[in-house]
Structures are given as structure tokens and as C-alpha cells.
């Protein structure tokens, strides 16, 4: 019996060991499918050198105007997004206990007036002490700075304009009680306007104030210049970035605080490079690369890719700028990358072909 059993598992093991040999030669030989992909052929373009960062609109100037001082709002003086100049009023809190009050003080200021007067004649005829007079010299003083006091306080609860420009939408109404620094409206000087954006250290050299700048932005439906105002003293350790401010005149007001732009700054004269599509760069930590077909095809006419590192140089809508690692009249794979790895085989099929424009119009923007 024990002979028996162990003849039964050397033939199962030797089967065993066989069916695992060939399932390893048949993975050894396999081949997986050819790819579809699309394609293009690389020529060389006149790229405008530029750079292209994010930037934000800033007002020249832009406050939330708020209550100086507590209280019931009386009137309100503007129509939600007027324009107004410096010092128009734009609402008023109800002032009429500081009226009162301004009115005892005003007596009072008049009595002490009259006593230090007569105290004055008093004292020329030398009924009176020079101690006395001056007490009353004093109370008077103390009347009229009381009258002021309460004057200035009564201006303060006249909110005004601290400047020009046009005004947000109003968040009190008639009657409210507000406190002390509680927010009116907002206030923006759109005219002239900041744009604020970053760029690479590297590109610090390109920098200059005066240097024109161009801004997009699908609002303002079309483009705005301005200029270089500014570059910061400093470079954000954490992206090595510097912070540049550009004025625009905004003549027709289309910029607004917050707004979302895209700024491009001209680097010098074009320059020649290789234009693609961006669907044909692999972004990588380690390195962007594309995919170049070779030219031999095998039976069945599928042709091996190679993956080649490259240096871009920028880019403008779909297309992206090579300047090193692509020869022209190389044939690139511009879609489907994500699928390849070196030396797969690819079938290409350009019946449908990614975007490709320096000006796209998505349909849905």
C-alpha cells in the first residue's frame, strides 16, 4: 500500500510540473494586443514666448463699510451697486439723544462763558482771586470741549464715503439697530484696477515694472493690457513663487474684485518648437514624456512605440510647447498614452482626433 501511494504522487507530481512548465513557456511567448491610438507628426511652429500665470482682480481701493458707532438706522442714502464720490453720505443712525445732549451743553457752554466774563471784571477790579478766574477760565473750556465732543459724535453717526467708487449690495435697513462695526455695503474703487499673480523664481530675470501684461478671462469677454506696477521683496518658501501686481486703467469697468483671469506676459522674441497636442505629454514626477511609433510593422501591421523624455516650454490652449526631445517629422502619439508602456504595439485609427487649437471655444464655457 505505502509503495502504491507514493507511485500515485510522483505521477500526480509529475503532471503537476509539467502543466506548470508549459503554462510558463506560454506566458513567456504571449503578446498582448496592439493598442488604437491616434497620431500626429511633429512640425516645428512659431511659439510667442510668454509667461502664463493665474491671477485674481484687487481693487485699488475696496472696504466694507461698517457702523462707526451703535445704533437705530434713521435713513439710508444709496441704491445697492450706485456709484458714489468721497464724502457722500450714505446712511445716517438716529441722532436725537445727542441732539439733547447737545443742547444742555450748548446752555452750559453759554453760562460758563458768561461767569468767566463776569469773573473777568471782577478780577480787573481786584474783587476777585486769581485762582477763582482761573477755575472759571477752565469750566468754560471744559463746556466747549463737552459741545465738541458731543458734535463729533453726532457727525460719526453720518456714515460717508471714504472714497470713489461703486457701491455692493446693502445688508441693513430702516429701523435696524446695528453695533458698532457692523457691516453696511461694500465699497470698491474699480478704476484703476490691480491683477495679482505668481510666478517662478526662475522667471524672476523676465520681470520688470512697466512691462506689459495682458489679461483673458471669459467674463469680460475678450482681453484687457496693463502694465508691471509691482514685484514683492519676497519668495514664498513654500512654493518658490513671487507675487507680481499689474494695473490695468479698467475704463469699462468689466474687471471686478475676486474675479478669476488668466495673465500673459511676453518673454521676447518667438522662437522655434515643437507643437502638440497636450493629450500627447505623460506627465510624471520623474519627468514628462510622449510616445514616439516606430516605422517597422510586424505581421499584422501593428508598429512598437518608444517613450521619450522631453523639455516643454509653456503652452496655449490645447497645445503645448517642446523644445527639446521630439524631432520634427516624428510620428507622436497624441491620445490614449495612458494605455502604453515601452515597446507595446500600437494600431493607429485618426478617424477622430484630439484638440488641437491655440484659441479653443469649448461649447459649454
Not at 62 to 68: L, N
Not at 224 to 253: K, M, P, W, Y
Amino acid at each position: 500500500m505505502l509503495a502504491a501511494v507514493i507511485v500515485f504522487l510522483t505521477i500526480i507530481g509529475s503532471i503537476k510540473v509539467f502543466q506548470i512548465k508549459s503554462a510558463m513557456a506560454q506566458q513567456g511567448s504571449f503578446q498582448p494586443p496592439p493598442e488604437t491610438v491616434t497620431s500626429t507628426l511633429a512640425k516645428q511652429e512659431s511659439w510667442a514666448s510668454s509667461i502664463s500665470a493665474i491671477g485674481t482682480v484687487e481693487a485699488v481701493n475696496g472696504v466694507i463699510v461698517s457702523a462707526d458707532l451703535p445704533g437705530i438706522v434713521e435713513s439710508i442714502s444709496f441704491v445697492s451697486g450706485a456709484h458714489v464720490n468721497k464724502g457722500d453720505a450714505i446712511l445716517r443712525l438716529d441722532t436725537k439723544q445727542e441732539r439733547a445732549q447737545l443742547a444742555a451743553a450748548e446752555a452750559q457752554r453759554e453760562w460758563s462763558r458768561l461767569e468767566r466774563e463776569r469773573g473777568k471784571d471782577l478780577l480787573s477790579k481786584g474783587i476777585l482771586a486769581q485762582a477763582a478766574y482761573d477755575l472759571l477760565a477752565a469750566q468754560n473750556k471744559q463746556a466747549e470741549a463737552r459741545v465738541g465732543e458731543i458734535v463729533a459724535t453726532i457727525s460719526r453717526k453720518t456714515v460717508r464715503a471714504p472714497f470713489g467708487g461703486v457701491l455692493g449690495i446693502r445688508q441693513v435697513n430702516v429701523g435696524q439697530y446695528l453695533e458698532g462695526g457692523a457691516k453696511i455695503v461694500s465699497l470698491q474703487a474699480l478704476q484703476p484696477a490691480f491683477v495679482n499673480f505668481t510666478v517662478p523664481q526662475q522667471e524672476m530675470g523676465q520681470l520688470r515694472k512697466g512691462a506689459a501684461v495682458n489679461v483673458t478671462s471669459d467674463a469680460i469677454g475678450g482681453s484687457e493690457t496693463g502694465s508691471i506696477s509691482a514685484v514683492d521683496s519676497i519668495i514664498d518658501e513654500s512654493t518658490r513663487h513671487v507675487r507680481v501686481q499689474a494695473v490695468f486703467d479698467n475704463r469699462t469697468g468689466k474687471l471686478r474684485p475676486g474675479m478669476f483671469v488668466e495673465a500673459h506676459l511676453a518673454q521676447g522674441a518667438n522662437r522655434s518648437v515643437i507643437v502638440l497636442p497636450a493629450s500627447a505629454i505623460a506627465y510624471a514626477p520623474f519627468g514628462d514624456s510622449v510616445y514616439i511609433i516606430e516605422t517597422a510593422k510586424d505581421a499584422k501591421g501593428s508598429r512598437p512605440v518608444r517613450q521619450q523624455f522631453v523639455k516643454l516650454a509653456g503652452s496655449r490652449g490645447d497645445q503645448v510647447a517642446v523644445v527639446s526631445g521630439v524631432k520634427a517629422g516624428e510620428e507622436v502619439v497624441t491620445s490614449g498614452v495612458f494605455k502604453l508602456r515601452p515597446g507595446a504595439n500600437v494600431l493607429v485609427n485618426n478617424a477622430i482626433q484630439p484638440s488641437n487649437s491655440a484659441a479653443p471655444k469649448p461649447e459649454d464655457s
